[in-house]
Each structure stands twice: as structure tokens, then as C-alpha cells.
């Protein structure tokens, strides 16, 4: 065995499945292909945008992908759809990536807007 494949080994995640929320571009999606990479098994969460180019770039790899819609901003729902994603999988990494932004004028900005983006960015962390 050589060095590297001797200290890559240790950083193994074969045999384990990662829950990465958020996985559809950027940091989610780069987070989920490195995983993958050390050999997990990805289930990545998305709102409105399938994540079909994530699920390409993780199956390269030689890992499974598995996509589940969650809607974050509404907690009682996605509390009811991740609990009946653990009574599937079970998880043993979790990454919390998922976010939103709402660009609007501070004077003009909605309560609505202000509610959706911390049920997601913070509520749904707690929850």
C-alpha cells in the first residue's frame, strides 16, 4: 500500500450516506461530489429544481444518489418528509447547506419574504 492510498484510506467514508441538503449548485453540490468522492452514498434535498446534474456528477464518482423534495420554509413538512427519509436510509453524515435569499429594498421588504428566508436559513436547522 502505498503513502497516499494508506492516508486516503483513513479518510474512507465507504459504506456511510450522507444527507446533504441544498445540493444543487455551489457549495451543496461541491460538498456532495467530494463525499462522494471518499465514497458515500448521497441524499441530496431540493425545493424546486430536480438535481439532475448533482445526481450525474455523484454517480460518476460510482456512489448512488437518491433526490428527495423538501421544502424547508415550512417546517411541520419537512419535519413529516425527513422523518419518513430516516425510516428509509439511515443517515450518518448530515450537512445543513440548504439556504435562501429574498433581494428586495430594505423599506419594501415583506414580511412573508423576511419569514420564508429564516424558516429556511435558520428555523429549519433547529427543526
Request: no cysteine; aromatic share 8%.
Amino acid at each position: 500500500m502505498t503513502t497516499t492510498s494508506y492516508v486516503a484510506s483513513l479518510f474512507s467514508l465507504e459504506g456511510k450516506t450522507a444527507l446533504v441538503t441544498g445540493p444543487g449548485t455551489g457549495i451543496g453540490q461541491g460538498i456532495a461530489v467530494a463525499l462522494a468522492r471518499s465514497g458515500a452514498d448521497i441524499i441530496g434535498t431540493y425545493h424546486h429544481t430536480p438535481l439532475d446534474e448533482t445526481k450525474e456528477l455523484v454517480e460518476q464518482t460510482g456512489r448512488s444518489f437518491h433526490a428527495i423534495q423538501v421544502d424547508f420554509a415550512d417546517p411541520k413538512s419537512a419535519k413529516r418528509d425527513v422523518d419518513a427519509l430516516l425510516k428509509q436510509h439511515s443517515i450518518d453524515i448530515l450537512i445543513n447547506n440548504a439556504g435562501t435569499i429574498k433581494r428586495e429594498e430594505a423599506a419594501q421588504y415583506s414580511e412573508e419574504n423576511w419569514h420564508t428566508v429564516m424558516d429556511v436559513n435558520i428555523n429549519s436547522l433547529f427543526f
